[in-house]
């Protein structure tokens, strides 16, 4: 397997929490144990669950955590589009936010294919 840092949805994933760990720290501050939390939690697992699989040793095993990223993906999306229906995010920034969360979610579609055609 390779280093995780090399690939380039890593990079994107890794990039996008630092992001959303910036917007959330201007959610009210009675959400720090709610929402805050679980859309932080949600895009940690994105990096890290392609990270961990680049340490497994099998392309089935690395196939199985780039599905549990691409949930975290999904996870993260719906609690984005909550921040904003509860303005705790401008429309705009959910807008930008929203649309590389679509772009990790392709190219983790893509690696996907790519590791699943080696097995």
């Known amino acids: 397997m390779q280093s995780f840092r090399q690939l380039d949805v890593w990079k994107k994933a890794y990039q996008l929490t630092l992001d959303v760990y910036r917007q959330t720290a201007t959610f009210p501050r009675d959400e720090i144990y709610g929402l ?3 859309l932080r939690r949600s895009c940690v697992s994105v990096p890290s669950n392609i990270a961990e699989g680049c340490g ?3 392309p089935s095993d690395f ?3 780039l599905d549990i990223a691409a949930g975290s993906v999904s996870e993260a999306d719906y609690q984005l589009l909550l921040a904003r229906d509860l303005n705790y995010l401008d429309s705009a920034v959910h807008a930008a936010l929203e649309a590389r969360f679509e772009e990790v979610r392709r190219m983790l579609s893509g690696l996907l294919r790519r590791v699943r055609s080696q097995d």
């Open 36 to 38: 805050t939390s679980q």
């Open 56 to 58: 497994r040793s099998t």
């Open 63 to 65: 196939s199985r955590f």
